[in-house]
């Protein structure tokens, strides 16, 4: 069995290859200097991941990893242009680098370069595949025109938001890992458990992303905290802050997301210290990882071959306690 | 043996239905709203002619016209969004009605969903449809792109407008009749000649679109001729101008281009008449038709069944001799 960094690192060797034609330059290189900017590549490694733990790797799950990572990135590149977007992983985003209506098209033909990865797998499974990717590839939709409404809603509830970014983040992770094991010869059970470890690890992992936007150290994070509090993004973070603040908490938090003040990011955060939401948040992380590895666990194969997929809930949320 | 009419009356009754879940309304009404503002529904209904002329026709060419006609007007949508156009069949386009973001994922979606209608289709022949679905799907990105980067290059040659027109318009006709063929047990060879057909009639009604554009009876053709002329399209009409007009022709042509004077589609006419651009034209539309005849008649069924396909192509191109 392979390890969640050899996994990635076999990946993404493969996968860093040209994926288009050299005709219509101007379509294809566009959609190449994409995929070229890299990525974590969790996706595919998941998808090779859940077929890992049923039986070894079948050629089939690297076709179905390809069509993840082809679809997640198409997914960006109409993302970006809906959040007007200039940056992403340091590089420009493709409609700006180029413009839209090719970063429209560029996105369009990744779609479609996925389902031709798909069509490479044998007839056996192909209906149930596609089925489980064209679900997912419709809640994804969903899960971005949610986030947009949301922009534009006064309320949303925490429900609500759970909702959107299941659907946003969770479920590819959820699907990637379900098409693995369902390559892998997992039966319909174990295949709905390895589902719900994938979903319930995504829903952790974005509350870490909250977080993290909110509290973590610039150092380690990467970039500098408080993007979400200055863009007045609704997060985990300040959907419960404004769910349990005091009226005179609540009060202060509008009037700060109604400004743009110098230091409207130190005061936000003393608001979401004062209302706990730092720990809350933490524990809501814990809880959606917990509820994963539970799922993990209760799957009929040999605890050893779970493993990795221990190793890769621990290198995308980190414990609190 | 159904007739064109007959088919399209069947289809457009079972198409006209709802093909979005009511989940997520501000992204599925957006969709529903475009699909209810109606087409020719040429596609679908030639995906069916496809299987009849060789058997009955089949469940699965009813779900393969279906992702043809939503396949379809995803390219709509996100074609209107490119090209900034505000309205399509005398109503307001998705992205005009709604904003962009919501065009783009309604679009999206509907490729998606398009994808879900292949897959509901018998596994023995899934594999090659797919195949031949998603190179025409590639082939219609690329066609836009190259419509696209003609907009903006000086000299388009008649063969690069040629080659374009026919990624962007005739394939998806083409593919439709072969994918119905297909279905209906046809082998490879009439195949071949099925979509030699659909392409070359393609092409025949693109150029017979680009003349009455310039030279159509505006009580006929429904709208008033120019709009390509005043856009300064680079259409069949234009590039064959330009190449063989005379130095004072061709600086006339290039004059009236560079300007937007009341009289501007009047006087391109009359250099275009100068030129017999409009007999050139006509003549062109009659050769391509011809072909696409010629490859129907070599199909190896018995005459009386292709009567239907030929029906269909006196109703796409109005011959002139």
């Given at each position: ?8 690192k ?7 290859t ?15 200097y994409f ?30 990893a ?21 940056l ?13 209506p ?26 149930k ?33 759970l ?14 890992l379900q098409?693995?094991?369902?390559i ?13 470890f ?124």
């Amino acid at each position: 069995m392979f390890s969640f960094e050899e996994l990635t690192k076999q990946f993404s060797k493969t996968f860093n290859t040209r994926h288009f034609p050299g005709t219509v330059p101007s379509l294809y290189n566009p959609a190449e200097y994409f995929l070229s900017i890299g990525g974590k590549r969790v996706r595919p490694v998941m998808c090779l991941m859940g077929n890992e733990l049923f039986g070894d790797i079948h050629a089939d799950a690297w076709h179905v990893a390809n069509a993840v990572e082809l679809f997640h990135n198409f997914t960006l590149i109409h993302d970006d242009i809906m959040d007007k977007a200039t940056l992403r992983r340091g590089m420009q985003t493709v409609h700006a680098k180029y413009n839209e209506p090719t970063a429209l098209l560029a996105g369009d033909v990744m779609m479609i370069a996925s389902y031709e990865c798909l069509n490479k797998i044998n007839a056996p499974y192909l209906h149930k595949l596609m089925s489980i990717f064209n679900k997912t590839a419709k809640e994804l939709c969903e899960g971005q025109q949610l986030d947009m409404d949301f922009e534009q809603q006064q309320n949303v509830t925490l429900d609500e938001y759970l909702h959107m970014i299941t659907l946003k983040t969770s479920v590819l992770l959820a699907a990637s890992l379900q098409m693995g094991a369902l390559i892998g010869g997992s039966g319909e059970g174990n295949q709905e458990l390895i589902y719900k470890f994938g979903k319930n690890l995504g829903i952790a992992f974005q509350v870490q992303d909250d977080y993290l936007d909110a509290f973590g150290d610039p150092k380690k994070f990467g970039k500098q905290p408080g993007g979400d509090i200055m863009a007045n993004k609704k997060t985990f973070l300040l959907i419960h802050a404004l769910e349990v603040a005091s009226a005179s908490q609540k009060k202060e938090l509008l009037q700060l997301m109604s400004g743009n003040d110098a230091d409207k990011v130190a005061k936000t955060l003393q608001v979401f210290r004062d209302c706990k939401v730092d720990t809350w948040s933490k524990n809501l992380k814990d809880k959606y990882l917990d509820i994963a590895l539970k799922h993990l666990e209760d799957i009929a194969v040999i605890s050893s071959r779970k493993k990795p997929l221990q190793e890769l809930a621990g290198f995308l949320v980190q414990r609190e306690y």
